[in-house]
């Protein structure tokens, strides 16, 4: 399974070179730390989803001696092995360039880049290939520009759910939200499982 996380970043090479350009450029952008660690963290596992998708890579994959549960957890697995790299390089970006940032833009960063993988991971197996990655990086965007606003009109309209939120501590708070998203993703990830056993290549 280690090897299929490998193979992931070796064909990846040449678009990890533009990885640090692309980071640079939301960071000069003044963009906020927890908007560059999300889009940091989406970087190398999306880029891995369109470039099978492209090349229909399924057929390999499953000549090789891998089990289908393997490939799915290569790829789960994956996501948040190259997630942790990404946060590190970008954490380091921005100390070079004398950005601040905290653990909670961290925390809000993975967290949000875990819950959309948890929703859009499943899409790969179960969407035709072919418009997924488009789909996808439209979502992506959309979630970005209308996330925000969306939130804050929940949070006028349902005021008592979020007077009960803001009442809570900060640890049950950051604990409550970091078992919901890991729930989440492993509820995703038995159901990437559970389709893609039964999906014909």
Not at 76 to 105: C, E, R
Request: aromatic share 18%; with cysteine.
């Amino acid at each position: 399974m280690f090897h299929l996380m490998k193979r992931d970043v070796i064909l990846q090479k040449k678009q990890l070179i533009i990885f640090l350009p692309f980071i640079l450029f939301f960071i000069l952008m003044d963009a906020h730390p927890a908007l560059i660690f999300l889009v940091a963290s989406f970087f190398i596992p999306f880029n891995t989803y369109a470039y099978d998708e492209k090349a229909e890579t399924n057929i390999l994959l499953n000549s090789l001696p891998y089990t289908r549960k393997e490939i799915i957890a290569s790829r789960y697995l994956g996501a948040v092995f190259y997630m942790i790299i990404a946060i590190g390089l970008t954490s380091a970006a921005l100390f070079v360039f004398g950005k601040l940032f905290s653990l909670t833009d961290i925390a809000i960063g993975s967290g949000l880049f875990l819950l959309f993988a948890a929703c859009t991971f499943p899409l790969f197996y179960i969407l035709k290939p072919g418009y997924i990655t488009t789909a996808v990086i439209i979502g992506f965007i959309l979630l970005s520009g209308i996330g925000p606003p969306f939130v804050a009109y929940l949070a006028e309209q349902f005021s008592g759910i979020t007077d009960f939120i803001m009442k809570l501590s900060i640890p049950i708070l950051y604990t409550g939200s970091a078992v919901l998203i890991m729930l989440m993703y492993l509820l995703s990830w038995g159901f990437s499982t559970a389709i893609y056993q039964r999906k014909v290549f």
